[in-house]
């Protein structure tokens, strides 16, 4: 479509701008919402180094732990061509050189993501990477990406790595730093555990492959390869841990293992001589309902079941697995997932033989909490997070990345679905055993971004976050104290505000709960309150506010496009397609644009009705609709043909010569008062970026930088800020929300003063790919239907469902099983991948 948009446009049009597009500098600054907000896999310290942690992200690149505890990113640089490599589904430190880092990226290992994945390798600590690239795919967001670390350093021979691969690739090998890779041809098991062989999204029907490689260090020599390395493999019923005594030679099955369960981690203590092991019954992150925590200790080749917890007490699998290398015997497990009443953690001091609990029960249902809590680092979370069962769930969920600092036995990490927590005084449980738990993920945002408005009175800015709701940005640089109140959704996916009144917001929902997923203000976002003429469980999509605020029209998610005036029932609109992009006139009230392959259209009579306008050249993909806010008619759409504008309300467009292709657009302030407003587009300009025009799409500087990628430019919304010149907020696909603002000097306009000779047009765009779905978390299955009391069981025939007896799992996503609650006991959402019987 590109190539036959090329030849309408004339060659003189395109050499115009055909040299360099011009940079400005900009300053590039996360929006603090603070404390994560997504699933944090990995956290590794170097042994050698002290002070030296890296986190890792599922969507959102690796981080480096500060001196002052905060986290630096390290993969910002990533951009929309490499955007797999924010997907981290494996890290290394080196244990004799600390410089050197690994990690084993890529994002999906189906057809979601295109390409192949990578070890990217670092000499200095992170700061800068080069690729080795892999033969297949990594799955940093998929299903067991908790499991770990897969990947490994020789710590006496540190140019040998070992890495384990999913999907059945084997386990791969390195002599040269990670340069390049060979397969392990004699290796036993590639692995077999399929979580869900049927599942229809090519999600769960993929083999796991390798869990973790731990090297036995208390064997061989510095300058040596290490004898024996023990390496895990996501297998159940089969041997699934096994062993090298010879450095990789031969490998064989660890004799005496208990095969039950999958292996997620396994941690060796050297003064112990032990390899500690937990285990679950499900790849994780979202599941398991059991599990083990075994201990192997190596010089009598002897298995001891050391599990926390049984029989009824043991409805959870085990992760997260630390041992403190200075204190023979104290070893801390973490419940995978105990969705209720909380998150659990287990310490022994005495290898195992005992443990105790980070909170215990005190006559039912309360319960003895053996830490004081503190979450100031992201207030929003803990039991503010915007779950639908508030209150609970403080300690976390989702735990594989348990750590003990090895040079400081009081400091420990953990990693939960949310966020990072951990503190300093660990050594306290051993005495007065209460601890202090504190919110540890300052710098690290890893949200997934859907929306965001900049209106021009009220909060600077106001966001749609997946999986946390989204913010009131009165402030960019303080962590968030609440996401949205009432209604608080799981996510909000988009917003507007009116033209003509713009303390006036309208917010919708993506539809994790069967309720109302519309919700309005008119205090800039302060309070909201539910628009009872939305239908229940219609979410997602696009949201437009009229100018004075009395009509809503929304494009939703599956449901076609709807509209309503002064709060009546939406009502469905017909003449508008249902994968239309929306926009409100600012001005007159009545008007609403929306845009559907190259068509454009218009309703003057308050969205009830749409005509079609002028047509947007070859594009078959209008992606964004964008109107001054200061004159009716003046409208932009982006689309995958290039970036349209018109000056009598869609009639006609001129196509802006130069712009092979434009994704998210937004107005800011004009560069003087009174000036057309700076348009900011995610675009191709000869080459994909972020770009801003301040004379209506005449001239383009490019406004991001090799530093700043953010990710996969499809997924990512923008807008300018009509208040500040130069300001473009910009939300990204598991790097949170950018601001940026112009620091460099304006460079001098290129688009009148270029000679219109011989450069060819632009021809050699890559092909454009599916879009990555954008969320953290698998795709969304519908629900089941939560009720709130159990179906009235009536004595003339069973049920035809099984139920679910108390404190069984009733719901969530990707549950399959029975959703009805035996009686006497009622469904209750914990939160979207976990609903469960509780006793009336
Ligand atoms: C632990 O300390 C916190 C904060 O002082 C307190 O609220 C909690 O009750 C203590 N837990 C126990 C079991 O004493």
Redo the contacts with the bound molecule.
């Keep these: 479509m590109r190539a036959s948009f090329l030849l309408t446009v004339t060659v003189a049009t395109f050499s115009r701008l055909a040299c360099a597009v011009n940079s400005q500098a900009y300053n590039w600054k996360n929006v603090r919402i603070g404390g994560g907000g997504g699933f944090i896999p990995g956290i590794v310290f170097n042994e050698k180094q002290q002070g030296l942690a890296y986190a890792r992200t599922d969507i959102g690149g690796a981080y480096r732990l500060n001196a002052d505890h905060s986290w630096k990113p390290l993969l910002d640089s990533v951009d929309s061509d490499n955007w797999n490599h924010w997907g981290i589904d494996a890290l290394a430190t080196d244990p004799v050189d600390p410089n050197r880092l690994y990690l084993a990226v890529g994002m999906y290992t189906n057809s979601w993501d295109p390409n192949n994945g990578a070890i990217l390798i670092s000499n200095d600590y992170g700061d800068t990477f080069t690729s080795s690239p892999l033969p297949f795919k990594v799955g940093g967001n998929m299903a067991g990406r908790g499991m770990g670390e897969r990947i490994a350093v020789d710590p006496h021979s540190n140019n040998i790595l070992y890495y384990g691969a999913r999907s059945g690739n084997g386990l791969y090998k390195s002599v040269n730093f990670g340069a390049t890779w060979t397969k392990v041809t004699n290796f036993p098991s590639a692995g077999t555990f399929i979580p869900d062989p049927n599942d229809v999204y090519e999600y769960n029907n993929i083999i796991i492959g390798f869990s973790w490689i731990t090297f036995d260090s208390t064997t061989g020599t510095n300058g040596s390869p290490t004898p024996r390395i023990f390496v895990g493999v996501a297998n159940k019923g089969e041997s699934n841990i096994f062993v090298s005594e010879n450095a990789g030679a031969t490998w064989t099955a660890v004799a005496g293992q208990d095969t039950t369960f999958l292996p997620h981690k396994g941690v060796l203590s050297p003064s112990e001589n032990t390899l500690y092991v937990t285990y679950s019954d499900g790849a994780g992150p979202y599941d398991g309902t059991a599990g083990a925590v075994w201990k192997y200790h190596i010089p009598t080749s002897t298995w001891t079941n050391i599990t926390p917890v049984s029989g009824g007490d043991l409805y959870f699998g085990f992760g997260g697995l630390a041992v403190d290398l200075q204190v023979p015997g104290t070893i801390m497990v973490a419940a995978l997932n105990s969705w209720w009443p909380d998150g659990q953690i287990f310490r022994s001091t005495d290898s195992g033989a005992t443990w105790s609990p980070l909170w215990s029960w005190n006559g039912y249902p309360n319960l003895?909490?053996?830490?004081?809590y503190d979450n100031s680092g992201a207030p929003w979370t803990g039991p503010n997070y915007p779950n639908t069962n508030p209150g609970t769930l403080q300690i976390g969920w989702m735990m594989e990345a348990l750590v003990i600092d090895p040079f400081n036995s009081n400091h420990w990490l953990y990693g939960t679905g949310a966020t990072m927590y951990g503190g300093f005084d660990l050594k306290k449980w051993d005495t007065?055993?209460?601890v202090t738990l504190e919110v540890l993920a300052d710098g690290i945002e890893e949200t997934s971004v859907r929306g965001l408005i900049s209106p021009p009175t009220g909060a600077n800015l106001l966001s749609g976050v997946a999986d946390c709701n989204g913010f009131v940005h009165d402030n960019l640089d303080t962590p968030r104290p609440a996401s949205y109140s009432n209604p608080t959704w799981m996510t909000s996916q988009d917003l507007d505000y009116a033209g003509n009144q713009p303390m006036n917001i309208v917010r919708v929902g993506a539809g994790d709960e069967e309720t109302k997923q519309v919700a309005i203000s008119s205090n800039s976002g302060a309070s909201w309150s539910i628009h009872y003429g939305a239908p229940d469980g219609v979410h997602g999509g696009k949201v437009a506010l009229s100018a004075n605020a009395d009509t809503i029209l929304w494009r939703t998610e599956g449901n076609g496009v709807m509209v309503s005036q002064y709060q009546s029932t939406f009502t469905a609109v017909a003449s508008l397609p249902s994968d239309a992009a929306i926009a409100s006139d600012k001005k007159a009230n009545a008007i609403f644009y929306g845009a559907s392959g190259s068509t454009f259209y218009i309703s003057t009579n308050s969205g009830q009705t749409f005509t079609s306008q002028g047509t947007l050249g070859s594009s078959t993909t209008a992606r964004d609709v964008l109107v001054n806010p200061g004159v009716t008619g003046d409208v932009w759409v982006s689309t995958d043909a290039g970036l349209f504008h018109s000056t009598n309300s869609g009639a006609t467009f001129t196509s802006i010569s130069g712009v092979a292709e434009a994704w998210s657009i937004g107005f800011g302030a004009p560069a003087s008062t009174g000036g057309y407003p700076a348009l900011f587009a995610a675009a191709d300009i000869q080459g994909k970026g972020y770009f801003r025009s301040d004379d209506a799409g005449v001239n383009w500087v490019k406004i991001n930088d090799a530093a700043h990628g953010f990710g996969v430019i499809s997924a990512n919304v923008l807008t300018g800020d009509p208040r500040i010149y130069g300001r473009v907020y910009l939300g990204t696909n598991g790097r949170g929300i950018f601001y940026g603002d112009a620091t460099g000097t304006q460079p001098p306009n290129t688009a009148t003063a270029t000679p219109t000779s011989s450069i060819p047009p632009i021809t050699s765009n890559p092909p454009v790919t599916s879009n990555p779905p954008v969320t953290s978390n698998p795709p969304i299955t519908s629900n089941p239907p939560v009720t709130s009391n159990p179906p009235p069981v009536t004595s003339s025939a069973p049920p035809s469902t099984p139920t679910v007896g108390p404190w069984g799992q009733c719901g969530g996503q990707g549950y399959t099983g029975p959703t009805v609650c035996a009686a006497g006991s009622t469904c209750t959402v914990n939160n979207p991948w976990y609903s469960q019987c509780l006793p009336n």
């Design positions: 003895q909490k053996h830490y004081s007065i055993h209460n």
